[in-house]
């Protein structure tokens, strides 16, 4: 039976975040867990989407991307030929960080959250929903200072983690070994009330029952308020 | 509060499949939720992918595209500038079908299933799913009885079905104004088995505790009852 | 000597028009020569390009495109690398209808036919300028119903055959394989009134004497009086 | 009613050919027609398509391509947005040109004929397809010299020349600005035996009848026997 | 020892210019450094990229590309895959002729400078930058005549020439076989004061000391010289 | 007259190393002057291409890019439409890097390295060219440790420094608002033993006399020295 040798099955990784990492960003983040580490920063743009525009509200988007050598075998710049896994985890990340704030409150500016991985050990995705988050914590806490917005946008704190079934065990906050031999894979982004704000899972190579999907949520749940203290005090420092 | 005029929260839109409506296609279905028609064909490649023959084994993928005037404003063809939706679409189908079927058991073979919207009215990826499993099953028995490969490589049916929260109220098969109104919107996809074999929901626009993701798999399973028996009626006329 | 089995060599397949078949789109036809089949619908925009607007003039263009599975071997979609057979049909297509209208009488307005092929043998392109025009038409009628625009901008009725030399004999209306074993193919436009909109034709594997070409001539205007009152019972229909 | 200054309706702009302009091109041609001047080389390629190869044959291909500057208003180079009119005319060229060859006679060898447009005034593509084909006729004889090829490929001669109507008036060899108020525009392609080898003609801003035709085909007619003078002359030179 | 055959280690090729090639440019030039021949013109556009507008101010830019039988081995058109060589060499084009003008005196005005060589045997970039200075000139001399622009905006007459060391050799002007055995190759641009405006050298296969480097500069600024005396001729030419 | 507020003219920044930042490379560097900092790493790929196989060589090959916030203002991502000043930083690397090796002693095997700007302030193509040599470095010295290679192919240590004009002032290693006001821009790549590699010198916005010039190479010189002894520290560091 797989064992993992430093960490329980409902244990995540060490996950930590440091700020004001790039001077130039409008704010930047480094989140890790584990041996995955990523760069998330916010960007302000005053200019929106002629839908955003419509509707007289503001816009957030997000891209993804990883350096080449954050992976093990070199992952070439999608040049031209655009990626689909990329795409599909961008759409994720905006998604979700869209749900945290409320657009009516930035009329004309758009965040740009960019999300680039340094080194990749599973879970860049997680890693970048709650690094993502934090920027534009940061991002918005600079727009209230500097006025350019009134009322605090922010109507939710999320933060995200995976879990999974590898050699017919539920666990979380797979590392890329894990990942790479499990059956089941699941996202999970929650408010910090335990609200869900997107679930996310498949079982490409295996089966996966109700049984498992309750521990794989309960697993989540755990590891997600752990996010949110380490977060918290991160954002607190001065 | 929101009410259906023709149908229960719980009861799916009619829900029909027809085959063999392309002469030139390996194998095709068009199926029907409600208003949302979608033509599912199968093609057969004696190639496979680099990753594939190393590891002696077939492929099967999946690309999701919509006719311009299958929707409400006409939608440009997506040359040059790849569409983030298309792409997690057609991802999604993929992951789903390569999970109802043992690809060795057809080594050097691509099967490509082809999901061609020609009316939208929500609930196109579901039906896209349901529509190119039935393909897949109608090619996969073209294929042994021209005895290309020997074993069946079906290792479960598949089929799926949407449910969301609109103005509150939990729904299954949401159609194009609900899914537009959704504030939680929910695809899963499941064996004839019962277990799940992906799970995708997003709050984007609201709130979901665990009690409304409760009520949304239950409908989701009954609906998906529901399609395997439209599917099967179909799959065995002569 | 080659032979026709079920028609004569002047006569052209069965040809039909269906007429709204698609509830998005702002006006549809399936037209079918023979095997082949395509849907041609109309798409309206309140835009125009930069051109037609210094000219307070309409604009109308097409699009032509193959569904993958439509031919006998499977037809990737065209990303990124563009597909110069595509490109002369759609421009030849958008040509041969604007050629049927006074764009000045739906200034600021742009028609866009787009014409997908659902299944292929042989005279796609000609189908799609028959077919596109009673997608035309159609929009058209319901343009002045709306009162969108208030004079009929339709000059000509137009619709399109082929015809071309086989194994050394003249015939109208090829099928695929009697299109793949042409010495010599043609695609002939006109009017109601019987003038010429659009002659195309080549001999790439053989030889067209001015002989050939009066007979083509000849078999294609019969063929096209054929089609004009196929379309016009069902445009009539109600 | 339209007059022109120095030549009549039924000839022929000043048409000059020129070899051997470019030392680095396998062979080469300066075309002119008037103002209008096309840079024609041949390029040999030890490397056929597969679909050749598969059928033991040669391939031969074309480029069109105007320099910007050859316009009266510059064009932009088509950098990642193909120019659909390029498309349609490469592929004509390419056609014209393989109606002139046997490809069996030069299996396994492609020849490219590149046309560069220097100077643009009316009648590109007909200029580029008679010097097109005096480029490919040098390519050949320097192949059957260096021994490269056994058997001469060339099955006919050919030469092409365009004629419209304008302002009422059937006119031979438009130039830009007849062809900018041409009612109807043709291009015309024969042998030297007098066969057709592609007629393509448009009347996307009038009315064609059978009558116009005729003429427009003895007027073409006349001037590619012009052209094949002109062109065997130069050839001859030593 | 290496030796030149016609010509000494610091003697340029023959160079010459001749004007007013391209009825249809608004200033044309074809320059020939040896058997090095590049067409070069200038375009007038009345409009200019927004950091300029935000100046006030003109744009100068320019384009580079090979005729594809300009070379030896036929080089393909750059569609869709950027050539990394040609961006680089335009960009230096465009800096050089930039520091040749005072932007200020022509707002709102862009001047586009397209070099198309027709034929490659090295210095092809020095060639353009030569003979795209006398095409600004003559258009910078049209645009004052015409009344479009009132003071003169050239600050410096710029010429180039390449100069590099084969075979341990230092000689200037390198043709086509010179530079592909190169150690040392240099690309200098300088005005008709006698000062820098770019200096460009590598010595990717070789070593390259301080002494190299001054004869290398001697050379090219006599070379360079010479290039004025040829240019001023051509230019006061009626 | 321009003041440095914390160094002489002849000065450089702070300039640092830290080796082995990113676990997943297969070598990787952190470098920085002053506050432009960059991450280089070495990729290895048992392949090579066409030209290389050829002549039983090796190959070495660059990438530049910039992550968008590392910039004042958020530098979108290239997809699509190339950038023309990463195409040229990285050819330049590319050719640099290639010059301190000999590519016959690593037949078979690409090096790719990657330069991704973290934080931009001025000097990022010297920063990657230096930090890129200490990666290439360490690959190296891998490659020889793996038995991978069999002789070291680094013939030359090479490192790269910025000077320019500002203000009438010579001065080196700009930062990123002394290039943005500088009259004249250099790079200069040298080798340990004081030849050059390459020189690349812009005077877009002033004069540049051979003065100027031979200062610019002394504090080049003075400049790349100091970074060898830096380079060659943390070289050591085990």
Same mark, same amino acid.
């Given at each position: 039976m797989y064992k993992r040798t430093t960490r329980k099955f409902s244990e995540a990784r060490k996950i930590t975040f440091e700020k /004001? =990492?790039? @001077? /130039? $960003?409008?704010s930047s983040v480094a989140v890790s867990y584990g041996d995955t580490k990523v760069f998330c920063t916010a960007s302000i743009d005053h200019k929106v989407p002629p839908f955003a525009e419509d509707m007289n509200s503001g816009w957030l988007t997000a891209e993804y991307n990883m350096l080449p050598a954050s992976t093990d075998r070199r992952k070439p710049r999608n040049? =031209? #030929?655009?990626d689909g896994r990329n795409v599909e985890i961008q759409r994720l990340i905006g998604r979700a960080l869209r749900a945290a704030v409320n657009l009516k409150r930035f009329p004309g500016i758009t965040i740009m959250i960019d999300c680039d991985v340094i080194? $990749?050990?599973?879970?860049t995705r997680t890693a970048s929903i709650s690094g993502g988050f934090l920027a534009l914590k940061l991002a918005v806490d600079r727009l209230l200072k500097e006025e350019i917005? #009134? @009322? /605090?946008? =922010?109507?939710h704190q999320i933060a995200s983690i995976s879990a999974g079934k590898v050699h017919g065990q539920i666990m979380v906050d797979l590392d890329f070994m894990e990942d790479k031999n499990a059956e089941v894979d699941f996202n999970v982004i929650m408010t910090d009330s335990g609200d869900y704000v997107e679930i996310q899972g498949t079982a490409e190579k295996g089966i996966m029952t109700r049984e498992n999907f309750d521990i794989i949520l309960k697993y989540c749940e755990q590891g997600i308020n752990h996010i949110f203290k380490q977060m918290e005090e991160v954002y607190s420092e001065i």
């Open positions: /004001n =990492i790039m @001077k /130039n $960003a409008y040049i =031209i #030929k655009p080194q $990749a050990d599973g879970g917005i #009134k @009322k /605090n946008p =922010i109507v």
